[in-house]
């Protein structure tokens, strides 16, 4: 099994890694956020509905 190269703690160097890593999400829009969460939970069909309001209309 392949080791993880992420260490989680709950001390000093966690919060400042958790405060480099922040912006990089902020910047996704909310919808593709909320479509990672639900799959994350194995709601499936929620998720593809959350990520057909993100397809383009043409």
Do not use: K, N, T, Y
């Amino acid at each position: 099994m392949a080791r993880s190269l992420v260490r989680f703690s709950s001390g000093p160097e966690s919060r400042r890694c958790l405060e480099r890593c922040w912006p990089l999400d902020c910047d996704l829009d909310p919808l593709i956020l909320r479509a990672r969460l639900l799959r994350d939970h194995g709601d499936r069909p929620q998720a593809v509905a959350v990520e057909q309001e993100l397809q383009p209309v043409f």
